[in-house]
Every structure is written in C-alpha cells, then in structure tokens.
C-alpha cells in the first residue's frame, strides 16, 4: 500500500466512537480523514483524538458531505436510525461503509443491501476476530450435536446497550439454525415466564442480561442428558472490536461495491 486508506468514523465521541479513532491512528496504513458527531454534540470542534490521548488533527464535525468527500471509507458503529442517512449518502458518493450498527429492521437490512449495489460494504454483527471465529465452530458443533441436544444462548452487556437480544447473539442463534436446517424466526424463543411448559426440542432460547460496564459475554448452550457444550466469548475491552473494524476496511479497499460480512474478510467462508 502506497497511500494510506483515509477511514472516517461516525458517532465519534461514543464509546465505540473512540476506540476507533485510536485503531484508525494506530493502524500502520491508515489515516483518520473525519470524524462525525450530530449537531448538539458538546465534541463538536474538539479534536477526534482528545478522549484517548491522541493529536490527530481531525476535528469532530457534524458536516456529512464535507467528511465523507475527504473518506475512501466509513465506519459507523451508531444506532439504525442515524446509519440509514449515512447509507444512502455513502451509497450516492461511492463511499464504503463498515456498518457496526445492531438492531436493523428488516426495511434497514433490505436498504443496506441495495446501498451494497452501488458500494462496497462489510455488515457485521461482531467484528471481533474471537468472536467470528467462535461462529465458524458453532457452524460444526451444531452440525455434530444435531441430535438430543437443546440450545440456549446467553449475552450479557453494559447497562446502556438499548438492543436485545444483542447482534451477536443473533447471529449466533442464525448460524446454529442454518447449519441444523431450520429458520431462526421459527424457532426463537426469546423469553420465558409462568407456566410455559415443557421445552420444545426444536427452538433456541436466549436470555439477556444488561448491567455494569460488561463489554460483551456471549455463550452457546448445548445441553444433552449426562453432559453439556459451552461455547463462550468474554471481550474485555472495545479495542478488540475496533481492530476488527479497521482490519475490515482494509480489506475493503480492493472490492468496488457488494455486502460483505466478516467471515469474508477472515477467509472463513467455504
């Protein structure tokens, strides 16, 4: 690489906002090129790396058009109402997106997807190298342990996440059905009270717990008689997701336009 990749990140100021700044800085071939805040964010005008220590000499603007001219790509780690602007203009001016956002709606995955038409995208649940090699073994697990087995999935996160269950576990649970044959809208089950009967084999249970400052804990449950299966991802910092995003832009650079996820970038996919 010659030139470095110029990375802009929205909701800059975020939690997740700033461990990104510090990965974009950090990365030997990439530049922080802008850094977005909505229009009542107290940041605004500060520098993007003021939080983490660092003088980038980018300062956090809420001028869309004017960072995303200056971008060969965009991380958004927001929430679905914000990213659905970010998208369309992305899409319009060619700009690739790393999308960290959970909790789409069918009508926000469906714009993503013909926003991947026009530009390059990765969408992921996780962008955590741990955690999506977690759901490449729980593809295998959940093909050998087909039979006698019932499945629970169990997240925890900090008490400000507003989404549950959260992406991962999701994407967790729709990895398990694929590889079983079944369609998770079918056989989620996604809370348990009074009188509910006995457990039916086929469905997969969540259950969610919020509190603290957890980052993100996440385990696959496979129960049989006599013995059980845990697969557990515990992250401990933000950075690990933040890397993981940057290390997908990187990889980005050299598809024009498609949706991508981070089984891609890690050359996971069959």
Same mark, same amino acid.
């Given at each position: 690489m010659t030139q470095p990749l110029n990375i802009a990140i929205a909701g800059a100021n975020g939690r997740m906002g700033k461990m990104l700044v510090e990965a974009v800085c950090r990365h030997p071939h990439t530049r922080l090129s802008g850094a977005l805040e909505h229009s009542g964010s107290p940041a605004l005008g500060q520098d993007a790396g003021h939080a983490v220590g660092l003088n980038t000499g980018i300062v956090i603007s809420? $001028? @869309?058009? =004017? !960072? #995303? %001219? =200056?971008? $060969?790509v965009l991380i958004d780690f927001t929430r679905p109402d914000v990213s659905a602007g970010l998208i369309a203009r992305c899409a319009e001016r060619g700009v690739k997106m790393i999308i960290g956002t959970t909790g789409f709606d069918e009508a926000g995955k469906t714009a993503i997807a013909r926003a991947a038409e026009q530009t390059a995208i990765v969408f992921a649940a996780n962008y955590s190298v741990g955690v999506n090699l977690t759901f490449h073994l729980l593809d *295998? !697990? %959940?093909? !050998? #342990?087909? +039979? &006698?087995?019932?499945? +629970?999935?169990i997240e925890a996160h900090h008490r400000h996440k507003i989404d549950a269950p959260? &992406? @991962?576990a999701l994407r967790m649970g729709e990895v398990i059905a694929h590889a079983l044959g079944r369609d998770l809208k079918d056989c989620a089950v996604y809370g348990r009270e009074g009188q509910t009967g006995a457990r039916d084999e086929r469905t997969i249970g969540f259950a969610t717990v919020r509190g603290g400052d957890i980052v993100g804990d996440h *385990? %696959?449950?496979?129960a049989a008689d006599g013995e059980r299966v845990e697969i557990t991802h515990k992250a401990s910092s933000r950075m690990t997701f933040a890397a993981g995003a940057v290390r997908a832009a990187v990889w980005l650079q050299h598809h024009p336009r498609g949706l991508f996820d981070m089984q891609d970038v890690l050359g996971l996919k069959p």
């Open positions: 809420s $001028d @869309t058009d =004017a !960072v #995303l %001219a =200056a971008s $060969d *295998t !697990v %959940a093909r !050998v #342990l087909n +039979e &006698g087995y019932d499945i +629970e999935i959260s &992406g @991962t *385990t %696959a449950l496979f």
